[in-house]
T-cell receptor, first 117, second 117 residues
C-alpha cells in the first residue's frame, strides 16, 4: 500500500530558529519519487523539490535542505534560520513509477508551520 | 501566461445548479489531474488524464464529471452538488515518460474555492 505520513500537524517557531518537518512514506515500488510542496494562504501548491528513489544524495538549496533515507523510508525537510515568509502548510508527497505510472501524487496530511517574528 | 491557470477562482453554487471548472496548462505536459482539498481531509486525487485519456477515477461520485478535450485543457463539470462538496479544487499537470525520470514534478493552479449552498 502507498502512504505518506506527516506526524506533525502544526509547528510554531520563532524567527531565525531552525525547523525540521518530518515525512515517512510507504511503497512497494522500487522506483518512486518524493516531493515537497509549500501551500501559502493563497492556496496554490508551490513545488519545492523532487527526489528520485535511486538517488539518496541529500540536497541543499539556500536555507532549505532535505534528508532522504531509504533505510527508514523518510524524507525530512529542514528550514534553517526560518523567516516569517516561511509560514505556510507544507506537504510531502509520493508518486510511484511502476507499471501503472500515471504521475498521481499521494499526499501526507500536511504540516502547518507558523514562524513568529 | 502562468504554467497552470484555473477559472474561476471562487464559485458559489446552489445544490441544483450546473457549473464547470476550467483548467489550462501552458507547459506542454501530457498528464493532467484534479485534486480536492477539504478542511478535514488531506489532498485527495479525483481524476487522472494521461494523453487525454482518463486513467484513474478515484471513486468520485457521478455528480462530478471530468472532460479532457486535449492535452492542454481539463474541465470538471458539476451538477447537483452537496454542501459537503465545498472545498478547494486544484488542477495540476506533469510530464510522464518511459525513460527515467518517469515523472516530473506536478505544477498546480491556484485552485477554485467552491462553496455549495
Amino acid at each position: 500500500a502507498q502512504k505518506v505520513t506527516q506526524a506533525q500537524t502544526e509547528i510554531s517557531v520563532v524567527e531565525k530558529e531552525d525547523v525540521t518537518l518530518d515525512c515517512v512514506y510507504e511503497t512497494r515500488d522500487t522506483t518512486y519519487y518524493l516531493f515537497w510542496y509549500k501551500q501559502p494562504p493563497s492556496g496554490e501548491l508551490v513545488f519545492l523539490i523532487r527526489r528520485n528513489s535511486f538517488d539518496e544524495q541529500n540536497e541543499i538549496s539556500g536555507r532549505y535542505s532535505w534528508n532522504f533515507q531509504k533505510s527508514t523510508s523518510s524524507f525530512n525537510f529542514t528550514i534553517t534560520a526560518s523567516q516569517v515568509v516561511d509560514s505556510a502548510v507544507y506537504f510531502c508527497a509520493l508518486s510511484e513509477a511502476g507499471s501503472s505510472n500515471t504521475g498521481k501524487l499521494i499526499f501526507g496530511q500536511g504540516t502547518t508551520l507558523q514562524v513568529k517574528p | 501566461e502562468t504554467g497552470v491557470t484555473q477559472t474561476p477562482r471562487h464559485l458559489v453554487m446552489g445544490m441544483t445548479n450546473k457549473k464547470s471548472l476550467k483548467c489550462e496548462q501552458h507547459l506542454g505536459h501530457n498528464a493532467m489531474y484534479w485534486y480536492k482539498q477539504s478542511a478535514k481531509k488531506p489532498l485527495e486525487l479525483m481524476f487522472v488524464y494521461n494523453f487525454k485519456e482518463q486513467t484513474e477515477n478515484n471513486s468520485v461520485p457521478s455528480r462530478f464529471s471530468p472532460e479532457c478535450p486535449n492535452s492542454s485543457h481539463l474541465f470538471l463539470h458539476l451538477h447537483t452538488l452537496q454542501p459537503e462538496d465545498s472545498a478547494l479544487y486544484l488542477c495540476a499537470s506533469s510530464q510522464l515518460g518511459w525513460d527515467l525520470p518517469r515523472v516530473t514534478e506536478a505544477f498546480f493552479g491556484q485552485g477554485t474555492r467552491l462553496t455549495v449552498v
